[in-house]
Every structure is written in C-alpha cells, then in structure tokens.
C-alpha cells in the first residue's frame, strides 16, 4: 500500500549526504523546473519493493506546473517516478554496470494531468498507473522507449472516461541527465482513446503523438492529458485518418511488427492423423514445443510488438524503434531487430510444407490487409503469435533476410512456427481477394478465402473455435 506525504527534507541541504545520490540526481532535474516546489507531495511505496513490496517505485513525485499561456498550455498536474533507475548504486534493486552505462533501465516515468477547476491537490491514482507500468518492466525486464504504446483496455482512472490506453513520449521539459549510477532520461505517459492507440499501431506511435500535439483538447504541445475528453482526433478532424495515417501507412509502411492472436495452422500436405506435423489444435496429445533458439528468434522480434486482449497482464508493448536506429529501407531482416536474434542454420530441421490452412480470429483477420499493405509491401515481416500456445505464423516478404522461407518453398516450418513468403504480386492480389477485411464491422462467420494455385488457404473462424477446441 502507498501513502501521500511531503518530501521531508529530501531538499534540504544539511540532509543531502544522506540521500542516495541516484535520487538526488532526479531531484536536482526537478527543481531546475520547480525551484518553488523543493518539497512536493509524494505517493511512496510504504515497503519498499527492495524489501520484498509489491511497488517498484519506491516514490512518485507530484507536482504543480502553471503551464505556459504564451503557447496556450494548460495548468496541469506534473507526476515523476523514482525507481526505475538506480536511486542507491549497492545493487540492492539494480546492477550498477558503469557511469556510461544506462541507470537500472535507463528512465523514469512522468505523466501530465489536467487540472481541473478548484482542484487544491494532484489525484493520486496516477501513481498506481506508474507502479503498474513499473511492475510491467520489473517482471518482464522489457523497456519503454518512446513511441511505444500500452494497450490498457481500462479507463486509466477507473472511471467512465474514453481514455482507456497509452503511449509514451519523451517528456518535453525534463532533459536527459547523468547521475553517479548511469544514463537516464524520462519518458512521459500520454492517454488516449481507442482509436488513436488502434491508429498507432497500425502506423506508428510517433506520428500519432504528433497529431496530437496539433489539437490542444488531445494534449497540445506538452501533451496533457485530459481524462474529461470526449472526442478523438479524428472526430475533431475527420481528414487525420485518410490524408495522414492511412496515407503514412501506405508510404511509410507500419510499426508493427506482430501480435498476439487466435489463431492456428493446419499442414494440408500430410494426412489430418499424422500428429507429429499437424498443427491443429490437440486435445489429450502433447504438440511438439519450439526450439530454445526458434523461442528466442520469436521473442525478440516481437518483443514489444505483441498486443494481449486480457487485462490479466500489462500487455506487452510495441516499439516503434527500428526507424530510430536506422534509416528506412525496402530490405527488412529477421535478425535485425535484435542482436540476439539467432538465424536457423543447416543443423535445425527445416520442413518445407506443399499447402497450408491458416485460421484466425476475426480480430486477428482484421488485421490480414495491414500486415500485407502496412508490412510485406514495404519489404518487412508480420508475426502472429498465438496465445493458446507456441504457433506461430510469421508472413514475409521476398525483401526480408534471414527467413527460412523461400520463393521456391513458400512455405516452411520449424516445429509449430511456420513461415509463409508472400511475393509482391500474389500480395496485391490477396489485398483484392480480402478487402471486407478491412472493415470495422462485425461480419458474419466463417469467411474462407482461398488461392488453389498458391495451395493456399485461410479461414475467419468464430472465437469459440479458439477457446472450446472439441466443438
């Protein structure tokens, strides 16, 4: 459990040796911005998570900031985490790795919150928000940068608000600093509606912020958020969607790199019985598993570009960094998103299958023509990874290295993760074939689609199928 109290004299000079220097560093970066505020409230972790606690954060700082009415910038409230880099430098929550290294994961989290009229004090439920996401990264050792979205399928407030989701931004005051323990910067939380976050990945967080920060009721310049908002950026301007995500997507390409899914593969070159290859759902038979290697290939390429529709977890995050760290190319790689990504070698089995069955979910089908158009065409790759189990489906396009799918055999498996190359051609004409998919409705199912010069198949299948298996 967290209490509200003072900083107690976390500024004051005569107790500033006895301050972890880690913390006094994010001090020193707050009071550049709030000299008057030396000591603001804070929401601390009453156990600390180095104590065997459930919250990462050992303190989220709350501040009051007056905005900038020179740039029509709203009063708001300033939210700044303590704990996600090293406050001590003893390794009791982080390993200190060198002052040129980054500071336990590099960053701190903050959040910008409107203040509403005749408010006197910060609401405190963004700080349960923060240990959320902190405990998110704790548990998976997976790390924001910016760009990133969150999917929370929640009102970030628990109230009737249509801000249900988030990404993350650098924050636009606070600057990058070096403390005794590292690198680290600060990341900010901005909330959104579902159809900015769905915008997002199907573009790319970054463009989205920057619509944003053009309409000042979704966040203005500094990104504020307002739990109190009503409309999207696309019910203020209806012309976003078309004249710059959908146009992004076709000339950019997406971010997205995979998701999770519902979904499963069948091998119609073998007989339904032979278990061993078959990929459909088995009850009362152990399938095959991946391959420690396959494992980690799959994982580090989808690292952050999963999406989960069960608040069970905090859903993983997706990046937006491989345009960051390199300039935007036709020729996408397999194993260039990761560095410990392992490419298959002559020693693991690879099979080459004659003709396949694809099954979705209709959410999942949803998203067929953006993993063509938003990714193949563009030279990238698309993973669908199940929920339900180690499947895999991962498309790629002829651009793409490191794949063990060829334009000879299009189709290839390693265990259950299967690999379909998809050329340029036969993509614009699975576009054709599968433009119902692109609506938002609900339609009736099953849809088959089929392409019997290409022994290729694919099913929208009801979720029930996914979740009863005997039925």
């Not at 009071?31 to 030396?38: A, E, G, H, S, V």
């Not at 032979?274 to 989808?302: A, V, W």
Request: negative net charge.
């Amino acid at each position: 459990m967290d209490e509200v109290r003072p900083t107690s004299g976390a500024q004051t000079h005569g107790l500033v040796s006895l301050i972890p220097p880690g913390l006094q560093a994010i001090y020193g970066e707050c009071r550049r911005l709030y000299p008057d505020q030396i000591n603001p409230l804070q929401v601390t972790a009453i156990v600390k998570y180095w104590l065997g606690g459930p919250d990462p954060l050992d303190y989220i700082s709350m501040y009051r900031n007056v905005g900038c009415p020179a740039q029509d910038i709203q009063e708001h409230w300033h939210y700044v985490s303590l704990g996600l880099s090293d406050l001590y430098g003893d390794n009791r929550v982080h390993e200190f790795t060198g002052v040129d290294k980054p500071s336990g994961f590099g960053f701190e989290l903050t959040f910008r919150l409107k203040r509403e009229v005749g408010e006197t004090a910060p609401p405190t439920w963004p700080a349960e928000l923060m240990q959320g996401l902190a405990r998110y990264v704790f548990q998976s050792e997976n790390t924001f940068c910016s760009g990133d979205h969150v999917s929370w399928h929640s009102p970030l407030d628990n109230s009737e608000s249509r801000i249900q989701h988030m990404l993350l931004t650098e924050d636009p005051q606070m600057q990058p600093i070096q403390t005794p323990f590292g690198t680290m910067s600060f990341l900010q939380i901005v909330g959104v509606c579902t159809e900015e976050l769905q915008a997002a990945q199907q573009w790319n967080g970054q463009g989205i912020l920057e619509l944003m920060r053009g309409v000042r009721v979704a966040g203005g310049p500094w990104l504020i958020t307002d739990m109190r908002r009503g409309e999207t950026i696309f019910d203020i301007d209806p012309h976003l969607q078309q004249e710059r995500v959908d146009q992004g997507i076709e000339t950019e390409g997406s971010n997205l790199s995979g998701v999770s899914a519902k979904c499963v593969w069948d091998d119609l070159s073998r007989p339904p019985e032979d278990e061993e290859d078959s990929r459909s759902i088995c009850i009362g038979s152990q399938p095959r598993r991946l391959s420690d290697k396959d494992t980690e290939q799959i994982r580090e390429t989808l690292r952050k570009g999963l999406e989960f529709n069960s608040k069970a977890a905090l859903p993983p995050i997706s990046s937006q960094r491989q345009n960051h760290e390199r300039p935007q190319s036709r020729k996408d790689s397999l194993e260039s998103e990761s560095s410990a990504a392992i490419v298959p070698h002559e020693l693991v089995r690879t099979r080459q299958l004659e003709s396949v069955h694809l099954k979705f979910n209709q959410e999942s089908g949803t998203l067929l023509p953006l993993c063509l158009r938003g990714r193949l065409l563009h030279g990238r790759h698309f993973t669908f990874k199940s929920i339900n189990g180690d499947t895999a489906i991962t498309f790629v396009s002829t651009g793409v290295e490191g794949a063990f799918a060829t334009e000879e055999h299009p189709y290839a498996a390693h265990g259950p993760w299967l690999q379909i190359l998809l050329t340029e051609e036969f993509v614009e004409q699975m576009l054709g074939d599968l433009q119902e998919l692109n609506t938002r409705e609900e339609t009736k199912l099953p849809k088959e689609y089929s392409w019997p010069e290409k022994k290729l198949k694919i099913s929208v299948l009801p979720d029930s199928v996914f979740d009863n298996p005997l039925q």
